[in-house]
């Protein structure tokens, strides 16, 4: 016969069991009719920090409390529950995500090794008759076990499976239950914080250069996706700019989290932006809804009259300096870059997200036409914004080696050469089919330690590698820029 110790630790664990079967039994649904509020925070990398709040009326003690409508992409192991109106009164004993919802595949599969109704309707009269049934399998395909034979699929429009119940760990909606110790039984207001895939966003500007080409009106979007399975109604929106330290996560697994305690968690106007450890985060002022399989736009930033410049580029390669080349390129294309500044004095001022920028340009009939698109990495404040609009139509180059020589040099006592030294000249014909006169940036990459013996234009050392030089040229004209440089390897 057991001892008294032993029975009174039996009838304990016997109590607390039948609370937890009495807690499972009677579990407290919360759907999106107790939300009170919903922030939503999003990252550049398809991560968000959604805070949910909702009035939920739990019992003293022992609760299970089932969380509908949350995010399918929820990472459970960031969930966190907490008390806004009886802070510390919550202890968390477990968390089970269940994001295997309900549809009729579902369902079957988890029938499998159970008995079904299989309802079957004669075409001729109608009449229905009514069979149990065993489902072996619900892999590509339907087993069932009828009696002493076995059948597979369901005749279509005649034949119907009926269920005794839905299964508890499937459900109609992403659901996060939460077992939990209440030290109160009243009305509490609880906030859920946790991350989620599934929410992503993007900025893209339009640019509008105006006649003179020397300033631009410029207007910012963000592009907002949700496929996170859930919806965010009247969100408070922010979103953040930045590269966030992420580790590799797999978002759909079941978590429980034993012994965890109540904790904190952690036109349209223009977005406020402000500084955030080091990224940049920027506020909606006013709610929006973010709804399930939804992209929507909101305006993040405006300005009108930004001083802008036009740039046109004609860039070399390094590989011709050190081999004999004849002609190295016939009505070669020039790049157009568009650039202002971030600054106050521009009008700016502000940190500008990564994304597309779209140029365009109005004709003489006043209608705007597109002129090209770039992608723009994060912009500080007081940075330069620099994009390539395309290859002009009216302003080529042609451009030939017209000369090269390779210069003996000395050797070592292993009768190896310590550097080789080469000495090339070349000869770039720029033609400019427009009536007005223009300039152009040539850049050349050279390699090794290099330097001028003759130029027929000014040049300057750009950096170690790379000589520039602004070249001018008549309307409808053209110039020709000769050089000859010694270049050491």
């Known amino acids: 016969m057991p001892s008294k110790s032993s029975q009174i630790a039996i009838a304990v664990l016997a109590i607390f069991s039948a609370a937890t079967y009495a807690a499972e039994l009677n579990e407290i649904r919360s759907t999106l009719g107790d939300q009170q509020s919903v922030a939503v925070t ?13 009035k939920v009326k739990l019992n003293s003690g022992l609760n299970s409390l089932a969380l509908r409508d949350v ?7 960031t969930a966190l529950l907490r008390s806004l109106s009886h802070s510390g009164s919550l202890n968390t004993l477990e968390q089970d995500f269940d994001f295997d919802l309900l549809t009729p595949q579902k369902l079957l599969e988890k029938y499998v090794g159970k008995t079904v109704s299989i309802i079957k309707t004669n075409p001729a009269t109608g009449l229905e008759t009514t069979e149990q049934a065993t489902v072996l399998s619900a892999n590509n ?7 002493n034979r076995i059948e597979t699929g369901l005749p279509a429009n005649t034949s119907r499976i009926v269920y005794g119940d839905v299964p508890e760990n499937l459900r109609d909606r992403p659901t996060l239950v939460t077992k939990l110790n209440s030290k109160t039984s009243a009305e509490q207001m609880v906030e859920l914080s946790y991350l989620t895939g599934g929410l992503g966003w993007k900025a893209d500007y339009v640019a509008e250069l105006n006649a003179k080409e020397d300033s631009l009106d410029l207007s910012g979007w963000v592009t907002l996706t949700n496929t996170s399975g859930a919806t965010y109604s009247n969100a408070k929106l922010q979103l953040v700019a930045g590269n966030v330290n992420l580790i590799n996560s797999n978002v759909h697994t079941k978590q429980i989290a034993y012994g965890a305690t109540d904790a904190l968690g952690a036109s349209p106007a223009p977005m406020k932006a402000e500084s955030l450890f080091e990224y940049h985060l920027y506020t ?9 399989n939804q992209t929507k736009q909101v305006a993040l930033l405006s300005a009108f009259g930004i001083p802008a410049r036009k740039e046109l580029v004609l860039r070399g390669a390094s590989h011709y300096y050190s081999s004999s080349y004849s002609n190295l390129g016939q009505k070669l294309k020039v790049s157009t870059f568009i650039e202002f500044d971030n600054k106050e004095a521009s009008k700016l001022g502000i940190p500008i997200p990564k994304g597309v920028i779209r140029a365009y340009k109005k004709d003489n009939l006043e209608n705007a036409q597109f002129i090209g698109e ?25 451009k030939k080696q017209t000369d090269f020589k390779f210069l003996q040099n000395p050797v070592d006592q292993s009768n190896r050469v310590k550097t080789r030294t080469y000495e090339s000249a070349y000869e770039v014909v ?12 040539v850049e050349e990459p050279i390699p090794g330690d290099w330097q001028m013996l003759f130029l027929s234009h000014p040049n300057q050392k750009a950096s170690s590698n790379t000589a520039v030089w602004k070249i001018e040229i008549p309307a409808e004209g053209k110039t020709t820029l000769s050089y000859r440089v010694q270049v050491k390897y």
Not at 71 to 77: C, D, F, G
Not at 141 to 147: A, C, E, H, N, R
Not at 285 to 290: F, G, L, Q, S
């Open 141 to 147: 395909g339907t087993v069932l076990k009828i009696g």
């Open 430 to 441: 720029l033609k400019n089919a427009k009536k007005e006169r223009i300039s152009i940036t």
């Open 374 to 398: 770039d992608n723009i990495e994060h912009v500080a404040k007081n940075e330069t914004v620099r994009f390539k609009a395309g290859e002009s139509f009216d302003v080529t180059a042609t």
């Open 284 to 292: 909606l002022d006013h709610p929006t809804t973010i709804a399930e």
């Open 42 to 54: 999003i990252y550049n990398n398809n991560l968000a920090l959604v805070k949910d709040q909702r």
């Open 71 to 77: 995010s399918a992409q929820m990472r459970p192991e």
